[in-house]
């Protein structure tokens, strides 16, 4: 089953990765946000050696994001993103696992699960 792991982040910290520009991650010991990047290196190699990571995608800020609208045939394109949260979505990790339960495993593992959220999401792929 494909899933859709969403990660969220502020816009204020907007870097890649995400986790080490957050005031938590910034106040972290070196060694720590060392160990960070290192699970979120080894996360992706195990993915990819596994056959489950179909693709990781980081985004560019929402400042530079671009919202299409079409109405009555008349197409109108606005700055920044549709919703005015704190968070926005950061980046996605598209993966093929076995069951919800792995699904979940992953998007534990990905270090701005500690920081933010990640949500996982059913993806129904066109073949």
Known sequence: ????LLIHSNPVTWRHPSFLH????KALPRKARDALVAQLDKLLDELEASGELINAV??????KTRVVRVREGVRATTDGPYS??????????LIDVASQERAEEVAATIPEAEFYAV??????VFD
């Open 84 to 93: 005015e949260a704190k968070e926005q979505l950061a980046g996605v990790f």
């Open 58 to 63: 980081p985004l560019e800020p929402p400042s």
């Open 22 to 25: 957050t005031e938590e991650g």
């Open 1 to 4: 089953m494909k899933y859709l």
């Open 119 to 124: 949500e996982v999401r059913p993806a129904s």
